[in-house]
């Protein structure tokens, strides 16, 4: 067994330049051994040791372990599930899918290859919200209001792209979903609102859960930037990502370990199934104006690791 995961990266993103690349040259089991990228220039520039022309040739490639995707949102389930086929193990940004039955065929791959695919919710492994979501769902809140926003100036930004799974509801709302299921548990219910111009620009949401729980939900390409959990006395900054506390590396070391061990991965495919079933909800709201029940419940996000 290696002592290191070897990852490819597909794409040259910025995200790999600011976070993973770091974090891959940082955490003590996992290593970086290849990127591939149709513009060899940016790739060389994010990292210059081993460029690949291609996707395909990354994904052939002997000396990768695992698959870091990246990619735009429409080409995460195709280059997930043609990596899990390769034989790779593959961290994939969130969103995992653009709905839930898309994720539910990367995960039907991901059996079939009996290799890990975890979707890369980076914020969850984050020890002092661990602690905080512990508490919480020890005592739990009747209301929670969970918000993330930050302004879109520039029109040819692909997140304002529909064709390409753009949107504020699959980038950042999807980080509100989660974090209000791993407090409250499965929501049964949504209303969704918000400002529709070509792409969703800005969605709000209530889930209602079992427990007679409500969670107030902000996803928004139109405030200023804002990350905010309210829960009962609590009022949490940058829930999603505090950068005096990085998580990048820790969940880097905890899915390689995963890997390396053959245990499972430390986020589960049935949350991230969960999560998008929620996302579909929130769309069907949308359309109709009006309150969604939410069909096969799943068991509601649990802390990593449990």
């Known amino acids: 067994m290696p002592r290191r995961l070897r ?3 597909l794409g040259a993103a910025d995200i790999a330049r600011t976070q993973l690349i770091p974090a891959l040259q940082e955490a003590e089991n996992a290593e970086l051994v290849a990127i ?6 940016r790739a060389s520039s994010l990292w210059p040791d081993r460029v690949l022309a291609t996707y ?6 002997p000396s990768v372990d695992a698959v870091y995707v990246p990619l735009a949102n429409h080409l995460h389930k195709e280059w997930t599930i043609r990596s899990l086929q390769a034989g790779k193990h593959v961290l994939c940004e969130k969103p995992l899918a653009l709905d839930a039955s898309e994720a539910i065929e990367m995960a039907a791959a991901a059996e079939g290859s009996g290799k890990l695919l975890m979707e890369a919710f980076m914020y969850r492994f984050q020890p002092s919200l661990r602690r905080v979501v512990e508490r919480l769902r020890q005592d739990p809140p009747n209301t ?15 997140r304002m792209d529909p064709l390409m799974g753009g949107g504020a509801l699959l980038d950042v709302g999807v980080y509100t979903i989660n974090l209000a299921r791993w407090i409250h548990g499965e929501p049964t219910w949504v209303r969704a609102g918000g400002r529709v111009d070509g792409i969703d620009l800005t969605v709000s949401m209530t889930l209602g859960f079992p427990s007679g729980a409500r969670s107030f939900l902000l996803a928004s390409f139109d405030t200023p930037e804002i990350q ?5 006395k609590l009022r949490l900054e940058r829930p999603f990502g505090d950068p005096a506390d990085p998580p990048y590396r820790r969940m880097v070391e905890e899915f390689s370990a995963a890997a390396l ?17 929620v996302v579909d909800g929130v769309r069907r709201s949308l359309d109709t104006g009006g309150r969604h029940d939410l069909a096969e419940p799943g068991q509601g996000a649990a802390p990593v690791g449990q």
């Not at 591939?36 to 220039?41: F, K, P």
């Not at 395909?56 to 490639?61: G, S, T």
């Not at 929670?144 to 692909?158: H, L, Q, R, V």
Request: proline share 8%; net charge negative; glycine share 12%.
């Open 261 to 277: 061990g053959g245990l499972p991965a430390p986020l589960t495919l049935q949350d991230s199934i969960a999560n998008l079933r």
């Open 228 to 232: 905010e959990l309210r829960a009962g």
């Open 56 to 61: 395909q040739d990354l994904i052939q490639d």
């Open 7 to 9: 990852f490819g990266i």
């Open 144 to 158: 929670s209001w969970i918000t993330f926003g930050f302004p879109i100036k520039a029109p040819d930004n692909y």
């Open 36 to 41: 591939a990228s149709r513009d060899g220039a």
